[in-house]
């Protein structure tokens, strides 16, 4: 018995203590830890794809700064990341917000995932249950009338 669920309940470990380390809350970050944060999440304006804490464009550096700023003057992490939005839209962030129409973003590909996983099921199993092919009347005669023409030829 052990040997049939020890895998699973190690697994079962394994996954409740990744849970725990990513959800614990870590407590009160240091201003320069909630600016790394914060700058981690905001996109560059002037930059593809490249977060503020990575670009080295003008208005990146401005936007460190002003967060900085902003965290000395003792705004919370969400008034920050508002401010942005506010200034430049929704697409500043580099993460979707998890509500309204953002939340479409994080929800279809699972949605999609999980359809075609159910997909694939339903074929796997409709392909098990329908029979096999098997040999017909004409065939087995075929092969009858063959050995036949063999054993004739043979004898």
């Known amino acids: 018995m052990i040997r049939r669920w020890g895998p699973w309940i190690a697994l079962g470990v394994v996954v409740v203590i990744a849970l725990a380390v990513v959800l614990w809350p870590h407590g009160d970050q240091s201003s320069a830890a909630r600016a790394q944060d914060l700058e981690t999440q905001l996109k560059c304006p002037e930059c593809q794809g490249l977060s503020v804490a990575d670009s080295q464009a003008p208005t990146s ?22 401010a942005y939005i506010d200034k430049y839209g929704d697409s500043i962030l580099l993460a979707p917000e998890d509500s309204g129409v953002s939340l479409l973003v994080w929800i279809l590909p699972v949605v999609v995932l999980a359809l075609g996983a159910t997909g694939i099921v339903f074929a796997l199993r409709r392909n098990r249950d329908e029979p096999h092919l098997r040999a017909t009347d004409a065939d087995e005669r075929l092969v009858e009338r063959e050995h036949r023409v063999e054993d004739t030829v043979d004898g």
């Open 61 to 82: 550096r401005a936007i460190r700064s002003d967060i900085k700023r902003r965290i000395a003057a003792g705004q919370s992490d969400e008034q920050i990341r508002q």
